[in-house]
């Protein structure tokens, strides 16, 4: 099991730009797949971005292409979402999620059946 924790987040005005990053303990994050999904009160899990376990390939929602991009750094057990033009419509909790091992072509990244272990959740409120 991957314990995984996300930070960075916060209360932001619209228009600038946050970073949020989400590390892992317990297993090395390396050899996972790795996602970012966002849910607002009520409402399901939305996928945002996905990156494979080697970084070769990243996924991205359309509502996030061009704005949001997603990164790791496996020497320090971290993925990161940096998130652009942040707008008040973004502000809800981001997780991040631990998903299939070894895979460089992720299968249907956006399916949320696919991780199996998810952070605890971080806040993020944007401001007009």
């Known amino acids: 099991q991957v314990q995984l924790v996300e930070s960075g987040g916060g209360l932001l005005q619209a228009g600038v730009s946050v970073r949020l990053s989400c590390t892992a303990s317990?297993?090395?994050?390396?050899?996972?797949?790795m996602g970012w999904v966002r849910q607002a009160p009520g409402k399901e899990r939305e996928f945002l971005t996905a990156?494979?376990?080697?970084?070769?390939?990243?996924y991205y929602a359309d509502s996030v292409k061009g704005r949001f991009t997603i990164s790791r750094d496996n020497a320090k057990n971290t993925v990161y979402l940096q998130m652009n033009s942040l707008k008040p419509e973004d502000t809800v909790v981001y997780y991040c999620?631990?998903?299939?091992?070894?895979?460089?072509?992720?299968?249907?990244?956006?399916?949320?059946?696919?991780?199996?272990?998810w952070g605890q959740g971080n806040q993020v409120t944007v401001s007009a």
């Open positions: 317990g297993r090395a994050l390396s050899i996972y797949a």
């Open positions: 990156i494979s376990w080697n970084a070769i390939n990243t």
């Open positions: 999620a631990a998903g299939p091992k070894y895979e460089t072509v992720v299968v249907n990244p956006q399916n949320r059946a696919r991780y199996t272990d």
